[in-house]
Each structure stands twice: as structure tokens, then as C-alpha cells.
DNA sequence: ACAAACTTTGACTCCTCGGTCAAGACCGCG
DNA sequence: CGCGGTCTTGACCGAGGAGTCAAAGTTTGT
């Protein structure tokens, strides 16, 4: 009776948590396998529970990764655009700043999550749709700073739309190329990737000051 | 008796036109759908004959799907070496060759294959490999001119590898965002995206003469 | 301690899909 | 025509995975 009408309370902040988890193992598994790939019994073993057990939290494999999109997909979104609101800066160092996050997230934290990106394809329509609008909404971010840069001069592009597509697909494949590399490594490989990404607005990396010891192919003098 | 040794022989001839038929659909499919998400049922229903019909000429799904992307891999490797022998023109020419080349047999030809590239995962290991082996031999054309233009001075890239992975990832997804364009639009953001990429080894667009009616975006003067 | 609500289990059904195969259709040739 | 080789069919099997559910286990409130 007295739990008739409780706010959060206990019962329901466990059940939250429990779902939180699921959504994480669950993305993370659809992330890496894709949507026919992955079955729930795995997803289940990863937390030590049974398929039986996921039924009661979802309705079925739709919902269940339908869920885990929205979820992991706003606090992406969340984290993109806390950074995109600091007005500081040049927008060279701003876009860099965002390229970063971007390709952090996906390489560091969620490894396999950012596939979900990749060909939409094998998704049913409204996980396809779903995935398809967070692409868009990242890529807002990225075009609100390419436009101001193309609008104060910092940035040349030949297409803005084509730009933002072209630096979406590379920072999706990058979880792809730099999975196995750690520590120094990894940030090198970030800070290339960066740098590569940054000629796309025709802004090049600065030829005097090497950065943190990228490796740099043979750069000629072109006076 | 008679037909115990002979050389190709009309029959051989029809089988081979046969499994190349097949070959053909079924890359398509499994480039659409990725190697789960493509029946064999379907398969055999493109080509409107039944299952059993497939294992007459393949012993397995796998077998089939490695042929396949055997086949259409050679074919495609070969168009790209032909055009990359080709050794006038400079470097930044011969460069954006290979990338129309590159996304018209993609967007053009083989609609969905490219997506072989994408996210090798769910292929079972050996397939994986060969998918692997085969972006790496077409990578190693593309490197091959990138070099030489970081050499002759023309091209300027923070690193050749991270470079030509970009242009890659970019020419991957480009199927997907050009797909249901045709005509003049399709040649348009063809492009685009050529100078797009060019802009990766640090050649920018003309922007004294706008090309083939290219979409600029707003162009400050630099000085 | 007890009951009620909540959660987990594992066995079960159904269906899809890879793979098999005996039977027959088709085709070219003498 | 009819014979031999080539090709296609459709019915079938078995594995694996989505989804169900009654029963048992656990937690919470009193």
C-alpha cells in the first residue's frame, strides 16, 4: 500500500540501474556484431543472467537495442554538444577539439559502438531511421563550426555537406585501425588522424612545430 | 567418350557463364546485406531459380561468397591498376583518377559491393582476411601515387597512412550518400567529393574556374 | 517471520536458414 | 526417337536463435 505511488524510489533506481547495464552490454555487443550478428543469449551470458531474464526488462530484440541506441546515441550527442558550446577558441582549434571527442569516445569508450554507424544496413527500418537522425545530429555540431570557419576565412571547403560526410566516414572507421593500439601509440595515431581530418577545411597542420611527435612523411619546401 | 578432354567446349563455356551470373548476384547481395543478412533463398529467387540450384555449383555459402568477392576483388583491382600505370599527367591528376575511378565503380557498378570494406566483422575469419587483403592491394595504388606527389612537392600530408586510410573510409560511404542520385546530381557530388579528398594531400580546388558546375561553399579571399 | 512484489530461471515452441538428395527436366547427339 | 550427360527442383533434415511461461528464488515492507 505505502508503495503505491513512491517517487524514484529503491526498487524502481535498482530496476534503472539494471537497465543501464543492459543497454551498455547490449550496444556494445549489436556494436560489434550488428544487429543479426549478435543474439541474446550472448548479451545475457555477458551478464551473467539468461535470456529469459532480458524478456522481462524488454519486449523483445527490437526494443532491446531500439533502447540502447537512444541511450548510448544521447549521451554522445550530450557530450559533443557540451563541447561545441564553448565559444572559445579559433575554429580550427574548435573543430579539432570536437574531432577529437568524437573519435575518443568511439575508440576509448565504447569500442564497437560507433559501427553502429556504419552501414545502416541489416537494421531493421526504424533502428535504421533511428541511427540515420544521430548521424545528422552529430553532424550539426560539425557543420555549425565548419560554417563559421568557412565564414571568418579560417576554413576553405570545395562542399560543406560533402566535407562533414567525408569526416564522418573517417572518424567511423577509425575504431576499426586504431583498436589494437595503446598508450602513446594511440594518441599519436588520434593526433594524425586529426591532423589529416583538418587539411579537409584546408587547414594545415603547422610544418613548424612537429606536435607530439607525429610522424611526418617528407614535407618539401614549396616556398 | 568424345567429350573426355576438350578444351573449353560449349558446355564449360555456359557453366562458366553460369557461375559468373551467380558470382555477380551474389556479391551484390552480400554487399547490400553483409554476410548474416543475405539468404541463400534469395540469392537463388535474383537469379529465379531455387536453393538446391546454388549447391550445384557451390559446395557451401562460404564457398560461394569467397568466390565471390575473389572474382569481383580481381576485377576491380585490375581496372585500378590499368588506370594507375597510366604515369603522365601529374601526380594530382592521376590522384583524382583513381578516385572517380574508384567511386564510379562503386556508386556506378557495383552497387553495394564496396560495402564489402565496411566493417569486416561479422565475416566469418577467413573471408575477413581475403576482404583485408584485397583494400590493402588497392590502398597500395593509392599510396603509390600519394608518394610520389609528397616527393615531387605537389601533395602535403601529415602521414601517408592516415591519409589514405581517410580517403578510404570516404570512398567506402560513399555508396550510401550517393546511391539514389543519378544524372547530372550524381556527377556533381562525384565531384565533390573528388575535391573533397584531393584537399587531403593538400591540393585545393581551382577556385578560379568552379569545374564541372560545382556547389561552392562561400569562398573568403585568403590574400 | 510472513506476505507481496519483484526478478530469474530453464525448459519449451516455432521458425528461419544452411545444407542434402532422390527424382525428374532439359539438351545435344547419333 | 532415345540415350547420356548436365542442370534444376522441391521436399526434407538439423542447428540455432527469438520469444514464452510457469515455477522457483530473492528482496522489501510491515
Redesign the pocket.
Known amino acids: 500500500?505505502?508503495?503505491e505511488q513512491v517517487e524514484p524510489?529503491?526498487?524502481e533506481r535498482?530496476?534503472g540501474r539494471?537497465i543501464q547495464e543492459i543497454l551498455r552490454t547490449a550496444a556494445e555487443l549489436f556494436g560489434e556484431r550488428g544487429y543479426d550478428g549478435?543474439?541474446?543469449?550472448d548479451v545475457?551470458q555477458r551478464l551473467?543472467?539468461?535470456?529469459?531474464?532480458l524478456?522481462?526488462?524488454f519486449?523483445?530484440?527490437?526494443e532491446l537495442v531500439t533502447a540502447a541506441i537512444e541511450t548510448l546515441g544521447k549521451e554522445w550527442t550530450e557530450r559533443l554538444e557540451r563541447l561545441s558550446e564553448a565559444r572559445d577558441g579559433s575554429p580550427a582549434d574548435r573543430l579539432r577539439a570536437l574531432i577529437r571527442e568524437h573519435v575518443d569516445i568511439a575508440v576509448r569508450e565504447y569500442p564497437g559502438v560507433l559501427r553502429l554507424y556504419l552501414v545502416p544496413r541489416n537494421w531493421p527500418e526504424p533502428q535504421r531511421q533511428r541511427i540515420e537522425a544521430l548521424r545528422r545530429e552529430h553532424n550539426a555540431l560539425f557543420r555549425r563550426v565548419v560554417e563559421e570557419g568557412v565564414a571568418s576565412g579560417d576554413f576553405t571547403v570545395a562542399s560543406v555537406e560533402t566535407t562533414l560526410r567525408c569526416m564522418h566516414a573517417a572518424m567511423s572507421q577509425a575504431p576499426l585501425w586504431c583498436s589494437h593500439k595503446k598508450g602513446a601509440a594511440l594518441e599519436r595515431a588520434l593526433d594524425e588522424l586529426a591532423d589529416a581530418l583538418m587539411m579537409l577545411v584546408g587547414v594545415w597542420p603547422e610544418s613548424g612545430e612537429p606536435g607530439a611527435g607525429a610522424v611526418r612523411a617528407p614535407r618539401p619546401s614549396r616556398s
Open positions: 500500500m505505502t508503495s524510489g529503491r526498487v535498482k530496476r539494471r549478435a543474439n541474446l543469449e545475457a551473467d543472467v539468461t535470456k529469459g531474464s524478456y522481462y526488462y519486449a523483445s530484440k527490437d
